[in-house]
């Protein structure tokens, strides 16, 4: 069945420093692909999204690109805040009259001033 | 536009009870879809309500039901509750099914003891 595998964390950074979190994907057909942000006691966000190969998705600085060929969809961000410090999770959603999303495990970011 | 409201906040009971769930959606969307969260975990997709009627399952018990009423909110009901159902319950809304963005609320708590 289908499937996403992202980067264990926890990742921790430094203020200002490169971001990357790796996703990969198993689907069969064309998924979307998103990110969400999970905020301490808070629900999801949707952060980002592409729904075709070669798409990009980008949101408050965040970015990642729908690989068809590598199967990946890596979130970027070029200098990270302390603002930015919660779980993100690679989803994605192959279609059909439903579109349920199926989630990684999540990466918890901690940014240090 | 009001967004995604759920429910109480948190919960707790006993191992066998009974438990209901809310989720108001966001103005204007007609879909609902359910998940749960274990600790650590990324959401697990339960079902999906759209237009009053169930539009998908996921890989969980009978036990767990659901409702959706004309105003498109929604209960997600547990019957004979386990320890292991102890987690997040996050609902999400959307404009149909298929791959549209889905908006979540900031999800239920549920503890069993």
């Known amino acids: 069945g289908d499937s996403v595998t992202q980067m264990e964390g926890p990742v921790t950074l430094s203020e200002e420093a490169f971001l990357t979190i790796n996703c990969t994907y198993t689907a069969t057909g064309y998924p979307s692909l998103f990110w969400y942000v999970q905020y301490p006691g808070e629900g999801l966000q949707l952060l980002l999204k592409a729904t075709k190969a070669d798409d990009k998705g980008s949101n408050k600085g965040f970015e990642a690109t729908y690989r068809k060929e590598t199967t990946s969809f890596h979130l970027e961000k070029g200098s990270v805040q302390v603002s930015d410090s919660a779980v993100y999770f690679c989803?994605?959603?192959?279609?059909?009259?439903?579109?349920?999303?199926?989630f990684g495990k999540g990466t918890k970011l901690s940014v240090k001033p | 536009e009001t967004g995604v409201t759920q429910s109480p906040t948190h919960l707790i009971k006993t191992r066998g009870q009974q438990v209901t769930l809310r989720c108001s959606s966001q103005?204007?969307?007609?879909?609902v879809s359910w998940y749960q969260q274990a600790l650590g975990q990324g959401p697990q997709f339960i079902f999906q309500?759209?237009?009053?009627?169930?539009?998908g399952r996921g890989n969980f018990p009978p036990r767990f039901s659901g409702l959706q009423f004309p105003n498109y909110s929604s209960e997600l009901n547990v019957n004979a509750l386990e320890l292991d159902d102890s987690a997040l319950y996050l609902c999400a809304s959307s404009l149909g099914g298929g791959k549209v963005e889905q908006y979540f609320g900031p999800g239920t708590r549920l503890t069993v003891t």
């Open positions: 309500y759209y237009r009053e009627e169930e539009n």
């Open positions: 989803a994605l959603t192959s279609g059909g009259s439903q579109g349920n999303l199926i």
């Open positions: 103005s204007g969307h007609n879909t």
